[in-house]
């Protein structure tokens, strides 16, 4: 796709063409184009007035919302960079990502004002911009809620560095937002962070060009099934995160669709927003096929609009696309990316018969090579190597991370690749086949989480020596962490139950170990490095135990 356009260039020129049309449903109102285009306007207006100015990163620290969108092209039209993270991040994480970016502002909601005020004090955060989760609902919607106590609230402080949403919106209304005209596409548009093997989550700065090639591409891989411009995507896959970017965001500066949002997953409210909207697309992770799989009131509700449902994130489980095809008479597509690569390397289209256990086929946008990867050596199709992908343009290097960089990115034949660390196969077809990674990055819930991570925070406890974090293969949630523990020998008294409080302070829930294993010792090499690989052959042994079956006893 040729594409010479800034984001909100792209988005207005949609809002132009189609105001009236619905963008954002949010908790049960609709927000057409024009309205959107009005609110993201004003954002823009009102930041540049609160001083924020363009190539400042600005933090965004809520969750799925109206809020998150209006935000979000805001901080892009008034010429600054966003830096969406996830609203269950703690002080310290936000502080981090604070201090990496330089950032300069945060648009976080009400109940995250606390951590905010604290990242202040760590950071050179200077503006805060608070919302409630409701801010942006009609008036009678936010009255009945806080009647009913069912929206939850925050407070937030009345400091100088302070200005609620609204306030700020308020602020810009009717002022023009900085012009986009000989604005740069490949300029960074946001920086949006990944887990792996690093202590702390890496920066990946993503271009204007970069996000709408690959929301392009991703979203028409449906084409074949509704005319992508009618699509009704329902995005449970959260903003910050790649997958709900390409796959959902994306829709609003591409085909102009109409994009579904919900705060948190909410199983019946999501079956009831699918049939109150005819929602054509589904976006989520194994773990929410799942559970709508084994939903006790799943049959209450009419499911039948749904034409195309993508599973991404991990490795969908053979069981649960049986499952659902016999359910629905129709598949989970499936697909492969990463947010170095701007999401998919590969998806399944739907015209194509998928050989058992492919993870889609390779997409036009994406140069790939499986190599050996201690030579970099081509593998013959069909045998296992690790993933190298490289694209025009590209992701090409970590923001602020030069040693990640060097490890992570490298140059071949003039083309420059992203070491994806996944051990993959290809075939004759350009069917890509999941095989293993080749380093120590956990999938837990769709989410990469770092092993290393999880074992510096395990080591910072005072009665810990020694510590090694795996995962462990789970149908659920793709894999367990687990952590395998040695404890000083005078240390008495300490349980796992001691060690997963002790990480709860200092890691965000899903990265909290699920089990503690205590040993004497871990296996290490000669050169006394901490022999991971075991560990997780182990556990795989273990598993591979629990399933195979149980010799039957004699008869007595």
């Keep these: 796709m040729e594409n010479n356009l800034t984001i909100p260039a792209a988005f207005d020129a949609i809002a132009a063409r189609q105001p009236d049309k619905a963008a954002v449903i949010y908790l049960g109102t609709t927000y057409s184009y024009a309205r959107l285009k009005d609110l993201s306007d004003a954002m823009a207006a009102g930041l540049v007035q609160a001083g924020v100015q363009p190539g400042q990163r600005v933090v965004l620290y809520l969750p799925n919302s109206v809020q998150w969108l209006v935000a979000w092209l805001g901080v892009l039209k008034a010429g600054a960079v966003a830096a969406p993270i996830t609203p269950i991040y703690t002080a310290e994480d936000l502080a981090y990502v604070a201090n990496d970016t330089e950032a300069a502002a945060v648009i976080c909601q009400d109940r995250n004002y606390g951590y905010v005020t604290q990242a202040m004090a760590k950071s050179g955060l200077k503006r805060i911009v608070v919302s409630g989760l409701v801010d942006l609902l009609p008036a009678w919607k936010r009255f009945f809620g806080w009647m009913l106590d069912v929206v939850p609230t925050g407070k937030a402080g009345r400091a100088e560095h302070t200005i609620t949403l609204r306030k700020l919106l308020a602020d810009g209304a009717g002022q023009a937002p900085p012009s986009q005209a000989g604005a740069d596409p490949d300029a960074v548009a946001e920086i949006l962070y990944t887990g792996g093997t690093t202590r702390h989550p890496k920066g990946v700065p993503i271009t204007h060009r970069m996000l709408i090639n690959a929301a392009h591409e991703q979203l028409g891989v449906s084409r074949s099934l509704f005319p992508p411009e009618e699509n009704v995507l329902l995005g449970s896959a959260p903003m910050f995160h790649v997958l709900g970017q390409t796959c959902g965001l994306g829709t609003l500066f591409t085909y102009g669709g109409t994009l579904v949002l919900q705060p948190r997953v909410n199983l019946d409210a999501m079956f009831d927003a699918v049939e109150r909207y005819g929602v054509r697309t589904l976006i989520g992770v194994p773990a929410l096929y799942r559970m709508i799989l084994e939903h006790d009131r799943l049959d209450n ?44 390397v590969c998806m399944t289209l739907p015209e194509d018969q998928m050989p058992v256990g492919a993870m889609g086929r390779k997409l036009a946008s994406k140069v790939i090579r499986v190599v050996d990867p201690a030579s970099m050596i081509e593998m013959p199709l069909g045998k296992p190597g690790e993933l190298l992908v490289s694209a025009d343009p590209m992701v090409s290097a970590y923001w602020n991370k030069p040693e990640e960089t060097a490890s992570s990115f490298v140059d071949i034949d003039g083309r420059r690749y992203y070491r994806t660390a996944d051990v993959v196969a290809r075939d004759e077809d350009d069917f890509m086949y999941f095989v293993d990674r080749t380093v120590d990055t956990i999938k837990h819930k769709g989410y990469r989480v770092s092993a290393s991570e999880i074992e510096a925070v395990l080591q910072e406890h005072p009665a810990v020596i020694e510590s090694c974090v795996v995962g462990v293969p789970d149908a659920k949630v793709g894999e367990r962490i687990k952590a395998f523990v040695v404890l000083k020998k005078d240390s008495k008294g300490v349980t796992g139950y001691d060690l997963i409080s002790f990480c709860k302070g200092r890691l965000i829930d899903y990265k909290l170990p699920q089990y503690i294993e205590f040993r004497d010792m871990l296996p290490k090499s000669k050169v006394g490095k901490l022999l991971r690989r075991e560990i997780r052959s182990e556990e795989m042994s273990r598993v591979e135990q629990k399933k195979a079956p149980r010799p039957s006893q004699p008869a007595a």
Excluded at 312 to 317: A, I, K, N, R, T
Excluded at 322 to 330: P, S, T, V, Y
């Design 301 to 344: 509700y009419d499911l039948s609009s749904l034409l195309y449902c993508f599973s991404g994130g991990d490795v969908l489980p053979l069981e649960v696309g049986r499952r659902w095809q016999e359910r629905f008479g129709r598949p989970i597509y499936v697909g492969y990316g990463s947010t170095e690569t701007v999401g998919g």
